[in-house]
């Protein structure tokens, strides 16, 4: 830090933005290697696809004169990854591949960049997201550092929503004359990080059913951050683009290539079915960066083109299922089902939501997370994952990033504080 920096006038925004949350846990878990992070939503370095990447990038260079990877690309994304992602997307149950137009999808810089993106086309501060009770936590940062206001949908203990719960939040907020203000609803709907679970198709029925019987026609955001990572079988529940409740909805569906393929890459895409919400997007990314890498894009491509994805897919389910397993195992063999804590065993993705008898603190400053951090093992503590902050007694843990047996201390690490707040 230079002392002599002259004072600077920043804006609304720029004064209210705390550092992200998921920034310092990730520089946390990298600038000590003691400290074993059950925090940051990093992958497995045991299975990025090191092959595939050096050989296309390879095969790239060489021919980069016909193919200008090395070059600036389009604003919306390589045309060609866009046709292949939409077909990516038509192989899962349930979708009606017909509906799907590369026209409507644009590549981003992870699918985070795409919810940015779309918030921002929507939101001014002070406006309203819907979001599941609990929500991923970054966007919740997200949201709040943009000056909005994510409200809770009510949702049971394990995270399934409550179609009468939602119904009586719109009631509430027509009451409270906040109807124009809810700008979008936002569902974690596969494997959800932190939930775990799954949204049914009656569930996201239900959803759509309550919202129009309320007369919110409002944009539905559906990321699906962790849809193709499922342990023994695809979730059944098609996504909403496919889905004829959500017909009369603007609709914007997220999509990435970080969790399952090569996070470093950085590819994620957004596919929007209104073509105004779309192009406003688009207007925003292109004043961002006017297109995001394009040599990864490129990358993606070819795997994609080769029909290797799903292979390389099929090994990466078969590796987190088998890290699941061992921090479940873990979990149960430490004693914490007999000291009152809950969860349900994960059906796919990389995160295991943990809820410690009520009243049991395990907030960022709580005295259990501080004997954590001190025992060398990190968590996101769970009230993060909720729009007000509470309730305090559940946790967010990864089972994706550390190598089996460093998972394995680290949940004995975190077993053992467990068993010391009892
Ligand atoms: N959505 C969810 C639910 C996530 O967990 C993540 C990554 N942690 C993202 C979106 C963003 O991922 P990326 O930008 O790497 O695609």
Redesign the pocket.
């Known amino acids: 830090m230079d002392n002599s920096e002259t004072a600077i006038s920043f804006s609304r925004q720029g004064r209210a933005i705390a550092k992200p949350v998921?920034v310092d846990l990730m520089a946390r878990a990298l600038a000590n290697p003691d400290l074993l992070s059950l925090a940051a939503?990093f992958t497995d370095n045991a299975v990025l696809p090191r092959e595939l990447v050096g050989r296309f990038a390879a095969e790239i260079t060489r021919e980069c004169g016909a193919d200008e990877a090395l070059q600036y690309g389009q604003n919306q994304g390589r045309q060609r990854l866009r046709e292949l992602s939409c077909a990516a997307i038509a192989t899962h149950p349930g979708e009606r591949a017909e509906l799907f137009d590369a026209q409507a999808m644009f590549v981003t810089?992870?699918?985070?960049?795409a919810?940015y993106l779309a918030v921002q086309a929507l939101c001014d501060p002070g406006d309203i997201v819907l979001v599941e009770e609990p929500s991923?936590f970054?966007?919740l940062e997200m949201l709040k550092g943009l000056g909005l206001r994510p409200i809770g949908i009510p949702c049971d203990a394990e995270g399934g929503i409550d179609p009468a719960g939602l119904a009586a939040r719109l009631k509430e907020l027509e009451a409270a004359g906040e109807r124009s203000k809810v700008k979008a609803i936002y569902l974690?709907s596969y494997f959800?990080?932190p939930s775990s679970r799954s949204l049914s198709m009656q569930e996201k029925r239900a959803v759509a059913r309550t919202l129009l019987a309320a007369e919110y026609k409002i944009p539905v955001i559906e990321?699906a951050?962790?849809r193709e990572l499922y342990f023994d079988q695809p979730h059944p529940a098609p996504s909403i683009i496919s889905m004829p409740e959500f017909e009369p909805f603007p609709k914007l569906y997220?999509g990435?290539?970080?969790?399952p393929f090569a996070?470093g890459l950085?590819i994620?895409y957004g596919y929007c079915t209104h073509s105004e919400w779309r192009e406003k997007i688009l207007c925003i990314k292109g004043h961002q960066d006017f297109g995001s890498a394009h040599f990864s894009q490129a990358i993606i491509e070819r795997v994609l083109d080769a029909g290797l994805y799903a292979e390389h897919l099929a090994g990466i389910q078969k590796h987190y299922a088998h890290k699941a397993e061992i921090l479940d195992s873990a979990l149960v063999a430490g004693g914490l089902r007999e000291a009152g804590w809950q969860w349900r065993r994960p059906e796919g993705g990389l995160?295991f939501w943990l809820r410690a008898p009520v009243g049991m603190d395990l907030a960022m400053d709580s005295a259990f997370c501080r004997r954590c951090i001190e025992q060398g093992v990190l968590y996101v503590p769970g009230n993060l994952c909720f729009p007000a902050g509470a309730p305090a007694h559940c946790a967010r843990l990864s089972s994706g990033a550390l190598p089996e047996a460093k998972l394995r201390e680290a949940a004995r690490r975190f077993v053992a504080q467990a068993a010391h707040c009892r």
């Open positions: 998921i939503g810089n992870g699918s985070q960049q919810l991923y970054v966007c974690v959800c990080n990321d951050a962790y997220l990435t290539y970080t969790k996070t950085k994620g995160i």
